[in-house]
């Protein structure tokens, strides 16, 4: 049985965070293991609470279930404050395990989930370590420093991620606006691919950053390279948006029912042309 980790925030919602992630372990037929790093009180309609743990009880669960049992793959989601994220860092020192980072800092409702002063301590130490980093829009301006306005800026801001020493970073587009949902993947190596699915016109995207990330661990974990597990990642979060639970009164959650049920049957468009193009309409896409 491959065994994934996730270390990020519970969500009492059960859309995103800690619980978005083991659904999705689940599904994908990976063992989830957990590290909580915060609790958070919180529904579809926004964030009302957080209670976050202890830097050390954080790495004592990360090095006690790590001890016992082979993790094949680790993410990261809600790390809350730079002293976590040391933490973190701390115990997968000497650790082989492929590191996605998902680098969540404000809930769909506007709360912030990482604290200001965090981000340094992210990209200082965290960062080096990463295999997949996998910010939106709006986190890539805040680790790179750079404003993104143009196909061109995202690719100044993968290459200022890039610098930081993670092997690949994936920009996704859900707060683009337009008529399909691009993300971008840069590697190390230069090479590069954007991969888009038709846009779904919803409001239920509560925790799909969670689970596209989720998708991802789960699939290396099982031994995917790191390009199909990222496409197939793309795959698994589309159809969860694409057939929605109706649950809440806010931004509901995703079904993260669907892959499964579907057989992964799911069409994702690749491009390796670096001028867009094939995607006409990225150009004039708004941030939200
Ligand atoms: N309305 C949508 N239709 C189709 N795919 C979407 C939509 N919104 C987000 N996605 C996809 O969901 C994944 C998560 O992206 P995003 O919502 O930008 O992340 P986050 O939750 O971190 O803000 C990406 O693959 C993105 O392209
Ligand atoms: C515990 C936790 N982790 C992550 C998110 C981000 O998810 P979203 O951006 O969809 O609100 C969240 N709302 N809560």
């Known amino acids: 049985m491959n065994i994934a980790m996730t270390i990020a925030g519970s969500d009492s919602g059960g859309g995103a965070g800690i619980q978005a992630d083991l659904k999705t372990f689940q599904e994908l ?11 958070t009180a919180q529904n579809t309609l926004g964030v009302e609470g957080i209670f976050s743990a202890d830097p050390s009880f954080v790495q004592q669960q990360i ?6 049992m082979p ?5 990261t989601g809600m790390l809350f404050s730079a002293e976590i994220i040391e933490a973190v860092t701390h115990s997968l020192r000497d650790k082989e395990t492929q590191l996605v980072v998902d680098p969540v800092m404000i809930a769909k ?3 912030s989930l990482l604290q200001h002063e965090a981000v340094t301590a992210l990209k200082k130490t965290l960062l080096p370590r990463a295999t997949v980093l996998t910010p939106n829009i709006p986190e890539a301006e805040v680790i790179s420093g750079i404003e993104i306005k143009s196909p061109k800026d995202l690719e100044k801001a993968a ?6 020493g993670v092997s690949c970073v994936i920009i996704k587009g859900g707060h683009l606006e337009g008529k399909d949902a691009v993300d971008t993947v840069y590697f190390q190596d230069g090479s590069f691919f954007s991969m888009q699915t038709k ?9 799909t950053g969670c689970t596209f990330s989720a998708a991802l661990t789960a699939f290396l974990a099982q031994g995917f390279s790191l390009k199909s597990a990222i496409i197939e990642a793309k795959k698994f979060v589309h159809l969860a948006i694409q057939h929605p639970l109706n649950i ?4 509901g959650p995703t079904n993260h029912f669907a892959y499964k049920k579907l057989s992964g049957n799911c069409e994702v468009t690749i491009s390796e ?14 941030l939200h």
């Open 29 to 39: 037929g990976v063992f989830g293991t957990s590290a909580i790093t915060a609790l």
């Open 63 to 68: 090095e006690v279930v790590m001890k016992d």
């Open 71 to 75: 993790v094949k793959a680790v993410k």
């Open 109 to 111: 409702g506007g709360a």
């Open 159 to 164: 290459n200022a991620m890039l610098a930081m």
């Open 199 to 207: 846009r779904i016109s919803t409001v239920q995207t509560h925790g």
């Open 248 to 251: 809440g009164n806010g931004h």
């Open 273 to 286: 042309e670096r001028e867009f193009s094939s995607l006409s309409d990225y150009g004039h896409a708004k």
